[in-house]
């Protein structure tokens, strides 16, 4: 989703800049700043444990507020990182995601240790 999210994104930045101007797609680019550490991030999903999920919730919330302000502010391109981020809050606050990044990891102390 993340990543999905971020392809997308980054082609309304070009589009956006060879229609409007470099200004304009600086301002996407910066109403997904969030976004782009959040993919960033989503590279340890297969070997972090919770803190990365609670991280990536965070970083998702804060891009949930910038997206408003860009939205706000008149920047068109501020919807889709915003329903981005609340897909990504909804997907990681559910209960399976919770138990796949607290499993037991190969290699790895037992779990609880």
Avoid: C, H
Wanted: without cysteine; positive net charge.
């Amino acid at each position: 989703m993340i990543w999905v999210m971020t392809g997308l994104v980054l082609l309304a930045v070009v589009v956006w800049g060879a229609g409007f101007g470099a200004e304009d797609a600086g301002r996407l680019f910066a109403t997904n700043l969030m976004g782009w550490a959040l993919f960033v991030l989503s590279f340890r999903y297969g070997t972090g444990g919770n803190g990365v999920r609670v991280a990536s919730i965070v970083l998702a919330s804060v891009q949930i507020a910038f997206s408003l302000g860009g939205i706000a502010q008149g920047n068109g391109g501020g919807g889709l990182p915003l329903f981005g981020a609340i897909a990504v809050v909804a997907l990681l606050s559910q209960s399976a995601a919770a138990q796949w990044f607290k499993r037991p990891r190969a290699g790895g102390l037992p779990y609880g240790q």
